[in-house]
């Protein structure tokens, strides 16, 4: 995902400075890894080299002064054909999940005991998870709900594998 | 609360049941997992004392269940056991009210006293409106939770759900299980859940895992990933007991 594309999001409301932006960014988010400082201050300046954002004056509310930077026409047009696109279904299985198990049955030994653990901690997040529900915002539940079907589709994963599993060390047997 | 020793079950040639054991302390939140033919349907319907395991034994509070004979079991399922069953289970010719009503009538409560807590306990679920409605003019959502406000009403000490949401949507769903979890941890009684969805599993405190009638995970509560206790607690800690 590009943080470029979310700030423009969220400079397309109005104006902002950078710390407005992190602090905006991580609440409107909140299931994403917090922004850091450098990162804003970064892409913003990567932002307004291409034309997408401009400098429009200072704000000052009583701590130091601050940078404003509103989205620009291009900006605007960027950000339209960003949203206008897919996001491509991802080309690889890039899981680490997949790659233990596999290993671990080239290596002789059981992925059975690997699996049962990693079910296990799954589904103890999965429990964070549906508690924080219970209490959070739209925007923390959506993030939730997310996160918690992507670590579903991992179990049933691993629930199939725990099946196959017989069949898997019964090839490399052979 | 609740305690399965061995319990050995089978159906015909099939094995439901293989020597499953497992200890459910009160006012636990439980669910039990594993995939189709695992046995979790059979182990729930030996601890509510609906059906009787072939060897092993079953206590509730302390006191044998599956040597009881039948009268003496369904008095004790009534008046200490609710079951949420997948499909509601709601009698067709009777409204939702009279659903939640009979079974306070023979549990020997009176008529006003019945009529209240069914109206208050619809109200809680939300389905006030379908009081007067029968369960063929009711969504999914509906039904499953007027047969949540029918197995609640008895207060009863230990609730039995299998596969409560599995006819539901994901939203009807989860609105089902908070409803299901949020009342019974409010009036402390132990609820056991059968469950082949994970996030349904994850509302519970414990997962108890079944494999070939056997349980192969959480068969006590320290050995179930986390300790029983408020939502809160066990979710921050994961800790074990």
């Known amino acids: 995902m590009s943080i470029g594309h979310v700030l423009l999001g969220l400079l397309s409301e109005r104006p902002k400075h950078g710390y407005e932006l992190k602090k905006e960014h991580d609440q409107r988010l909140p299931g994403a890894k917090p922004l850091a400082y450098g990162q804003v201050y970064a892409t913003l300046q990567r932002l307004e080299r291409d034309g997408f954002t401009e400098v429009t004056g200072t704000a000052q509310e009583g701590g130091p002064e601050r940078t404003v930077h509103a989205i620009t026409e291009a900006g605007r047009t960027e950000l339209d054909r960003w949203l206008a696109e897919i996001e491509a279904p991802a080309p690889y299985v890039a899981s680490p999940l997949f790659a233990r198990v596999v290993v671990a049955t080239l290596a002789g030994g059981t992925a059975e005991e690997y699996l049962l653990r990693q079910r296990a901690a799954h589904l103890t997040r999965m429990r964070e998870l549906t508690a924080r529900k219970a209490s959070g915002s739209p925007a923390q539940v959506l993030a939730a709900d997310y996160a918690l079907q992507h670590l579903d589709a991992d179990l049933r994963w691993i629930e199939t594998a725990l099946e196959r599993h017989t069949v898997l060390k019964g090839e490399t047997d052979a | ?241």
């Open chain 2, 1 to 241: 609360m609740l305690e399965a020793r061995t319990l050995r079950k089978s159906f015909g040639r099939t094995t439901a049941l293989d020597g499953a054991s497992v200890e459910i302390g009160e006012g636990e939140v439980v669910a039990v997992t594993g995939p189709s033919g695992s046995g979790k349907s059979t182990l729930l319907h030996c601890l509510a004392g609906i059906i009787r395991p072939e060897a092993g034994e079953v206590l509730f509070a302390g006191r044998r269940l599956d040597t009881l004979d039948e009268d003496a079991r369904t008095r004790l399922r009534r008046e200490n056991f609710g079951v949420v069953f997948q499909f509601g289970e709601l009698v067709p010719e009777l409204t939702a009210e009279e659903n939640v009503v009979l079974p306070l009538l023979f549990g020997g409560r009176g008529r006003r006293e019945s009529l209240q807590a069914a109206r208050s306990w619809l109200e809680r679920l939300d389905v006030a409106d379908c009081a007067g409605q029968r369960p063929a003019e009711l969504s999914g959502g509906q039904l499953q939770r007027v047969a949540v406000a029918r197995a609640l009403a008895a207060e009863p000490r230990v609730i039995f759900a299998d596969e409560p949401t599995g006819a539901l949507d994901s939203l009807a769903g989860e609105r089902v299980m908070g409803e299901l979890v949020g009342a019974a941890r409010e009036s402390r009684a132990t609820l056991v859940v059968v469950t082949h969805d994970n996030r349904v599993a994850a509302y519970a405190d414990r997962e108890i895992a079944l494999r070939d009638g056997r349980v192969v995970a959480g068969a006590t509560a320290a050995t179930g990933g986390t300790a029983a206790g408020t939502p809160g607690e066990a979710a921050a800690g994961g800790v074990s007991r």
